[in-house]
């Protein structure tokens, strides 16, 4: 027990060292059964992806497949950004809109999205616009909830304060609701970021002759795990960055807040 408790309290006097350990481990478990466990037509050890990822930026198109995936992502991200917020505080912030309408977006939200993806195809086509809007619909949602979900935790007090001092609506949507929905408001943003990744690698892996996706089909099909993992990695890679991004844009919006 005394153990634990020391293993847990030094967690928590130095997490980024836990956290630099912790993938340490997962990378050296993955080396180990990598080498010794699983055929190599299967899995490639780190050391092995790492070695040869210049191979992988070397595949013809893939630059350019990347760049196509990255403006797929950028253009879809942005579209359901201002689509959810937009629905978010419509209906957040009247009663009759989200007893309406609610019911409506959680329907739609469990609605599996790949069995609509023919639709996209056949109305849209194979090319981006597709992808684009296969994307939109995979992160407005999570966008959508949070968004709401921040209005209602604002504190009605705080409305009916800024009423009754005079201030308009622009000035209560200003200096009142965004201020206090920045959190779920950032979080719904990670979430819809994610989702749209997921929509567009979808769509290009299932139907698409460019993209990340489409070269990760490929990969799989010609048993080729180290260029796999490789193009895994530098996904990863990117979405970490950009959840790292988010992080540092809401801090930065949020220092008001303080500690709490």
Same mark, same amino acid.
């Given at each position: 027990?005394?153990?634990?408790?020391?293993?847990?309290?030094?967690?928590?006097?130095?997490?980024?060292?836990?956290?630099?350990? $912790?993938?340490?481990? &997962?990378?050296?478990?993955?080396? =180990? /059964? *990598?080498?010794?466990?699983?055929? #190599?037509?299967? +899995?490639?050890?780190?050391?092995?992806?790492?070695?040869?990822?210049?191979?992988?930026?070397?595949?013809?198109?893939?630059?350019?497949?990347?760049?196509?995936?990255?403006?797929?992502?950028?253009?879809?991200?942005?579209?359901?950004?201002?689509?959810?917020?937009?629905?978010?505080?419509?209906?957040?912030?009247?009663?009759?809109?989200?007893?309406?309408?609610?019911?409506?977006?959680?329907?739609?939200?469990?609605?599996?999205?790949?069995?609509?993806?023919?639709?996209?195809?056949?109305?849209?086509?194979?090319?981006?616009?597709?992808?684009?809007?296969?994307?939109? $619909?995979?992160?407005? &949602?999570?966008?959508?909830?949070? =968004? /709401? *979900?921040?209005?209602?935790?604002? #504190?009605?007090? +705080?409305?009916?304060?800024?009423?009754?001092?005079?201030?308009?609506?622009?000035?209560?949507?200003?200096?009142?609701?965004?201020?206090?929905?920045?959190?779920?408001?950032?979080?719904?943003?990670?979430?819809?970021?994610?989702?749209?990744?997921?929509?567009?690698?979808?769509?290009?892996?299932?139907?698409?002759?460019?993209?990340?996706?489409?070269?990760?089909?490929?990969?799989?099909?010609?048993?080729?795990?180290?260029?796999?993992?490789?193009?895994?990695?530098?996904?990863?890679?990117?979405?970490?960055?950009?959840?790292?991004?988010?992080?540092?844009?809401?801090?930065?919006?949020?220092?008001?807040?303080?500690?709490?």
């Amino acid at each position: 027990m005394k153990s634990g408790s020391r293993v847990f309290g030094f967690m928590s006097t130095y997490p980024r060292l836990s956290q630099l350990i $912790t993938v340490m481990m &997962f990378l050296g478990a993955w080396e =180990i /059964v *990598a080498r010794f466990f699983v055929d #190599k037509m299967f +899995l490639s050890p780190p050391s092995r992806v790492y070695s040869e990822i210049d191979r992988v930026l070397n595949t013809k198109g893939l630059l350019q497949a990347l760049s196509l995936t990255l403006y797929e992502l950028t253009v879809a991200f942005a579209i359901a950004v201002a689509i959810g917020m937009a629905i978010g505080l419509s209906v957040g912030l009247n009663a009759f809109a989200r007893r309406c309408f609610m019911p409506i977006i959680l329907l739609l939200y469990g609605i599996p999205q790949i069995v609509i993806l023919p639709l996209f195809i056949l109305g849209l086509g194979i090319g981006p616009p597709s992808k684009i809007a296969f994307g939109v $619909t995979h992160g407005i &949602f999570p966008i959508i909830l949070a =968004i /709401v *979900a921040g209005v209602q935790n604002l #504190k009605p007090v +705080l409305l009916t304060s800024a009423r009754s001092m005079g201030a308009k609506r622009w000035h209560i949507m200003r200096y009142v609701v965004l201020p206090h929905m920045m959190p779920s408001f950032f979080s719904g943003l990670r979430l819809g970021m994610t989702g749209v990744l997921l929509g567009v690698l979808l769509a290009e892996l299932y139907v698409s002759t460019a993209g990340i996706g489409y070269f990760t089909g490929l990969f799989t099909q010609n048993f080729d795990p180290t260029r796999l993992l490789g193009l895994i990695s530098l996904l990863a890679a990117m979405a970490i960055v950009l959840n790292e991004f988010m992080r540092t844009v809401e801090r930065r919006l949020s220092r008001w807040r303080g500690n709490d």
